[in-house]
């Protein structure tokens, strides 16, 4: 038999860092928190190659004396504990600071060429050591300002088996930007640039507001296309949570979720309960294969939170996972609600430009020559693809060219105070290839799809009308079904037997590994139980609360609301038309239908003008 022996520390570093440094990215993350942590109000980075061939951070934080920096490069040494809080049982709970294992630093000095330098501001000099893969080389004096600069190069270089899964220096270099965004956006009293070899990729000023922060950090899009998020609740021990930030409107979304930033208590995290509470707060505004852009800030006690999960502190676990996902689920809904009747800022560029492009004379003239002078036209087949006046067709060689009209229709509409404030999407002037309405504003020109605000209409009355009540109403079964499940998915699905059935899904254990479904929701009742019940339990699994229930439910009220709304080709007049747009000011979440797209775009008097030239 083997004998157990204790591992020595080098090894032991290396073994620590495969759970802390994954990656240059991973590194860079612990850096900077340090250098937050420090109190430091401007902040350096620089890459070179993507962190592959080195890393650098400098701050101009607290400092540290030469026995704190020996100190620090020992495992599970940290001046984030105070004195106090050592020893206490919830020392972990009451931590603010972004690190707090004694981890990090000795970690990166065993797989990489380390330097550090720092000076504290009440000394005349700093100190410098120098670390190769775990082996002091050097440790002394040096000449810095006051505060810490770390140098990390030629990672994993000593352990090919690592270094081999490292990417492209671009890829690095993409993970790296990320880390810098989240941290930039956790401290708006922090000034923070970061340089790739020679060129300058991101500069934040301290003392920038949020929004402003986010659309720097994020996109300058999202400013003007999101809404602010200033949400707050008392729990039942009398202690206040915040939900802050700024959220994209439905329509400006992207199609993967990597523009989605979310922070507990100032702190990154990928948290897989955030992620489905955002998804849920979207999920009848939001086409599935699409997602929301914003940056999501929640505050709470910190005894409410674990965040001493997972070595490199990206995930967190909550005391009430249910109430925090039902809390962010309502603060952005509501937010979304209250701000907003708006779509995404302006037409798409592209159609912009292309209005421009005059028509091809070729396209053109032969075709006015025949219809206003009266002569034949012969040319079978060659009918003006590009002209935006008419398209002209021709029966047989010699007959006289037809032109179909455009199909529009306007009507005299009623006087109206252009003026009213009361009527922001203006007043209708008539209605284009039966799908759009065209309406004056006081400031431009509105573009209106009728199917698609009708259907956003259609959804919100039904549910104020209580529609989701009658959705889940039970529809029994005639012969109850037995669905075999593992017994921890049964389990899960016992213990929220009595919430589901307040959604219309009545189900009862039935064996350890088997359940009882006596009856569906009412709107689900041609549906899977077997499908159902198993998607259920992997929500369960994931956020410990059923909520994809009431996404489905959502789904298929959006799908009544979609066959119950005004169709695209159907005429309307000008007093409907007038209704519609009314009503869409006073619906929350006009701005959208059930899917994400736009339901209106507004063209400016000021484009309108540049179109002909009078700018």
């Not at 061939?53 to 001046?79: I, K, Q, W």
């Not at 398209?391 to 105070?417: K, S």
């Not at 252009?418 to 309406?439: K, S």
Request: charged letters at 25%.
């Amino acid at each position: 038999m083997p004998h157990i022996r204790r591992l020595p520390e080098n090894l032991v570093n290396r073994i620590a860092a495969g759970e802390v440094v994954e990656r240059p990215a991973s590194a860079l993350k612990e850096l900077v928190e340090n250098a937050i942590d420090a109190g430091a109000t401007r902040i350096a980075v620089k890459l070179v190659d993507g962190g592959t061939s080195a890393l650098e951070v400098a701050d101009n934080g607290c400092g540290m004396a030469p026995d704190e920096m020996a100190l620090a490069l020992e495992r599970h040494a940290t001046s984030k504990l105070p004195e106090s809080l050592i020893g206490a049982n919830d020392a972990i709970e009451r931590v603010r600071t972004l690190g707090f294992r004694g981890e990090a630093l000795p970690s990166i000095a065993s797989v990489s060429r380390f330097t550090i330098e720092s000076r504290p501001h009440d000394a005349d000099n700093g100190w410098r050591k120098l670390v190769d893969h775990g082996e002091l080389l050097e440790d002394r004096p040096a000449s810095l300002p006051p505060g810490t600069r770390i140098r990390v190069e030629q990672l994993f270089a000593k352990l090919p088996a690592r270094q081999k899964f490292l990417r492209t220096p671009r890829s690095e270099y993409a993970a790296c930007l990320d880390v810098v965004r989240r941290l930039a956006m956790t401290r708006m009293d922090i000034a923070i640039t970061l340089d790739h070899g020679d060129r300058r990729t991101l500069a934040v000023q301290a003392g920038e507001d949020l929004p402003t922060r986010v659309a720097q950090v994020v996109t300058r899009e999202l400013k003007v296309n999101g809404v602010v998020i200033d949400f707050e609740r008392m729990t039942a021990d009398g202690e206040v949570i915040r939900l802050s930030g700024i959220a994209g409107l439905p329509t400006y979304n992207r199609g993967v979720a990597d523009h989605q930033y979310l922070f507990v208590n100032g702190r990154p995290v990928k948290d897989r309960l955030l992620i489905g509470a955002v998804r849920g707060a979207y999920s009848d505004m939001l086409a599935r294969d699409r997602h929301a852009v914003l940056a999501l800030f929640l505050d709470l006690p910190a005894e409410d939170v674990d965040v001493n999960v997972h070595p490199a502190k990206t995930e967190v676990r909550f005391r009430d996972a249910a109430g925090i996902r039902g809390f962010i689920v309502s603060g952005l809904r509501e937010a979304l609600a209250s701000g907003d009747k708006r779509s995404a800022q302006g037409p798409d560029r592209k159609a912009m430009d292309r209005w421009q492009i005059e028509p091809g004379a070729d396209d053109v003239a032969p075709a006015m020559r025949s219809i206003f002078s009266g002569q034949d036209w012969t040319a079978r087949g060659s009918t003006p693809a590009s002209s935006t006046m008419a398209r002209m067709h021709y029966a047989e060689p010699g007959d006289v060219a037809v032109m179909d009209l455009p199909q529009g229709r306007a009507e005299a509409a009623a006087e109206q105070d252009m003026a009213a404030p009361q009527y922001p999407l203006g007043v209708a002037r008539g209605q284009v290839a039966q799908t759009y309405i065209v309406a004056e504003a006081a400031d431009g020109l509105v573009l209106v799809d009728q199917h698609a605000a009708h259907e956003r209409l259609v959804l919100e009355r039904l549910k104020a009308a209580g529609a989701q009540e009658a959705l889940a109403r039970s529809q029994p079964l005639l012969l109850p079904e037995v669905v075999e499940l593992e017994e921890t998915a049964c389990d899960r699905l016992e213990e929220a037997a009595d919430a589901l059935g307040k959604h219309g899904l009545v189900i009862e254990r039935f064996g350890p590994q088997a359940m009882l479904v006596r009856a569906m929701p009412h709107a689900l009742k041609r549906g899977d139980p077997y499908r159902l019940l198993q998607d259920i339990d992997d929500d369960l699994a994931k956020h410990g609360t059923a909520l994809l229930l009431e996404e489905k439910l959502d789904l298929v009220l959006a799908t009544m609301a979609c066959h119950g709304s005004v169709r695209a080709g159907r005429n309307l007049t000008v007093a409907e038309m007038n209704a519609l747009l009314r009503e869409m000011e006073r619906t929350p979440r006009s701005g959208q239908c059930n899917h994400g797209r736009p339901t209106w775009v507004k063209l400016s008097m000021e484009d309108v003008e540049k179109l002909f030239g009078r700018h």
